[in-house]
């Protein structure tokens, strides 16, 4: 599976954008879809998950309420509508997928760590300037 995530930019406080990663390859192997971020100095961190199959989602403590993460299925593409952007969202945001063995249970298991996900994309730069 090949991710290439695009759309990132620069945007004011409390402004909105909107990142997208398309899946490529052999994608049937991908059970779910993960953004994650990562500051200047900081770790990265999970910030929202999507399943292919139902839908399902989930989010980190830090974005919920403000961020939504969609799917298009038939174009195998992933979107992360971020609004209300504050400074600390500034990270570059890379999208990932997972199998998960095929498993609901271990998409819900797995789905906010970075070892659950197998192919990661390139990333794409955000920055919130105040």
């Known amino acids: 599976v090949q991710l290439q995530a695009s759309g990132g930019g620069s945007v004011d406080v409390g402004g909105s954008l909107r990142i997208s990663c398309a899946a490529s390859?052999?994608?049937?192997?991908?059970?779910?879809m993960g953004w994650f971020r990562q500051a200047p100095g900081k770790e990265r961190e999970f910030v929202a998950a999507?399943?292919?199959?139902?839908?399902?989602?989930a989010y980190g403590d830090s974005v919920k309420g403000r961020f939504v993460i969609s799917r298009d299925n038939a174009k195998r593409t992933v979107y992360l509508q971020m609004n209300n952007l504050k400074p600390e969202d500034t990270a570059v945001y890379y999208c990932?997928?997972?199998?998960?063995?095929?498993?609901?249970?271990?998409?819900?298991?797995?789905?906010?760590?970075?070892?659950?996900?197998?192919?990661w994309g390139q990333g794409t730069l955000v920055t919130v300037s105040s």
């Open positions: 999507i399943s292919w199959s139902d839908g399902s989602t």
């Open positions: 990932a997928s997972g199998s998960f063995g095929d498993s609901d249970y271990a998409f819900h298991q797995l789905r906010e760590l970075q070892r659950g996900y197998d192919h």
């Open positions: 390859g052999r994608t049937i192997s991908s059970y779910g």
